[in-house]
């Protein structure tokens, strides 16, 4: 990567940052939605989840919303990507004598910051209700820095998909979709209880490998050994599905948006 490319994505995190300034409404959501959810399964829905062992489950509920939180850049780096799209922006950049890389690595550079900031409520207010971080400060570092890593594989994923569908309601729409992510995986309630097909489906599901990974690292939890190869190895799945995804849609982006130049 030149040091115009680094540059110029630099330029691109401040401005897709100056935005959301002017846009309070995605961070409210993005401070708030987490902590509703928490608040919503851990209390609602909590006592009707039964956990083997000791089994607190707000406490195994937090590493899974903070995969959700992860999950949800494929929403909000698709919905900025297909506004930009849709309202002449990219166009502009266009004429600019910028690499076309750091359009898209701007943006998804952003989407990372604005999680980590979201991720703050989420952690006081899960600590309010029960749940530690009980895996020192190496596994707690490395635990957060994977669901930093995976929300930046899903802002990347969502900008292909926003350069692609080319419209905020198209993408709206879309986006919605992201939400079953989470549900078809062990964030919420764990996959011992799944019939045999969707069991391997939901442990093949890359977000159950991150929330996995998560809850060993924090230390809430370690992987059961009769899951599938991705629950079972969940740190060496968590970044070979970030390593493939990033592979995969990097390039796919980067050649997507200068195609659409042409």
């Known amino acids: ?9 630099w330029s691109m995190l401040g ?11 995605l961070f409210v ?12 399964f851990g209390y609602v829905f909590g006592s009707a989840v039964v956990l083997d062992g000791s089994g607190n489950y707000r406490a195994y509920l937090v590493p899974g919303l903070f995969a959700a939180t ?8 698709m919905l900025a990507s297909a506004q930009d799209h849709q309202r002449g922006v990219m166009d502009r950049f266009r004429t600019l004598p910028m690499s076309r890389f750091a359009i898209p690595a701007g943006q998804t550079a952003s989407d990372v910051v604005l999680a980590a900031v979201g991720m703050v409520p989420l ?8 749940w530690r971080i009980e895996g020192g400060v190496a596994g707690c570092v490395g635990a957060f820095s994977l669901l930093l890593l995976f929300r930046l594989v899903t802002a990347w994923l969502g900008h292909y998909l926003g350069l692609v569908v080319g419209t905020e309601e198209a993408a709206g729409q879309l986006g919605a979709a992201t939400f079953m992510l989470p549900l078809l995986s062990n964030a919420y309630v764990p996959t ?4 045999g097909w969707l069991r391997t489906a939901a442990e093949w599901n ?16 370690g992987p059961s050994p009769d899951a599938s190869w991705p629950v ?15 592979a995969v849609f990097v390039p796919l982006t980067v050649r997507r948006y200068g195609r659409d130049a042409a």
């Open 192 to 195: 011992d209880g799944m019939p």
């Open 123 to 130: 952690t006081l207010c899960g600590l309010a209700v029960g």
């Open 15 to 25: 401005r897709n940052l100056q935005r959301m300034r002017h846009a309070p409404g």
């Open 1 to 9: 990567m030149t040091t115009l490319a680094l540059s110029d994505s």
């Open 232 to 246: 079972a190895h969940p740190v060496a799945a968590s970044l070979a599905w970030s390593a493939v995804l990033l």
């Open 206 to 221: 890359p977000v159950s490998a991150v929330v996995t990974a998560a809850r060993d690292l924090f230390g809430n939890g």
């Open 29 to 40: 959501i993005t401070m708030t939605m987490p902590v509703t959810m928490l608040l919503f």
């Open 70 to 77: 992860a999950v949800n850049g494929v929403m909000t780096a």
